[in-house]
């Protein structure tokens, strides 16, 4: 599975259930990267998009224990992790866990980080005045690592790049001779 965020210089992710710095070319790529896939959000998230909807030509799941899904199955629901899991096994058999990404917020964000093996990071390199929401700190984890990072990027007067952590596990992994 993967998980993809976007943080500010303190691993800020959102203020009263609004994006930090919606960045037109980070927008860009978090559609490119998560188009025609599986998205896993938290209910919050869901009620932060636009008009509440979910998010076109994606699959998407929202986590709640409150919601049901709707009529129109423009969406589906999920109460815990763990039916999260038989939900994309029984809905998605052939599905590759490389196509589904984790996009938020941070509830939802610290429940699935352990079945993660990508994280996509947009890293703003700028404080946010007010911030409610946060990503653990990845650079202070012994099991992540950078694995590719962009070169810095300008958008107005906010500085980022755009960062790939992988776990230490799976680089170990690679590395293996078989
Ligand atoms: N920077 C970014 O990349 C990014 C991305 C996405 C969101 N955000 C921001 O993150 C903030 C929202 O984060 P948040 O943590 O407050 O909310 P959230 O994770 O989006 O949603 C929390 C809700 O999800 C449900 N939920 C969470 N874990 C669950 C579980 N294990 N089983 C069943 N349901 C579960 C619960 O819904 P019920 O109460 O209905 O049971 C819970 O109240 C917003 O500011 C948003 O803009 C930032």
Sequence with gaps: MNLIVNVDSNWA?????????PIPADLKNFKRLTDGKIVIMGRKTLESLPKSKPLS????????KKLQTP????????NSVENLFVLLR???PQV????VFVIGGEQVY???????SVIYVTKVNKAALNADTFFPNLDK?????????????EYNDISFNFLI????????NLCKKP
Excluded: M, Q
Aim: hydrophobic share 35%; aromatic share 12%.
């Design 13 to 21: 992710i959102g203020y009263k259930n609004r994006l930090l710095f």
């Design 57 to 64: 030509n994606r699959k998407n799941i929202v986590l709640s």
């Design 71 to 78: 009529s129109n199955n423009e969406y589906l629901v999920c």
């Design 90 to 92: 029984n809905n998605f």
């Design 96 to 99: 590759k866990t490389e196509d």
């Design 110 to 116: 610290r429940a699935l980080i352990p079945f993660c």
């Design 141 to 153: 984890s012994t099991e992540w690592k950078i694995i590719e990072s962009s070169e810095l990027l």
């Design 165 to 172: 952590y992988g776990k230490n596990d799976n680089l170990n």
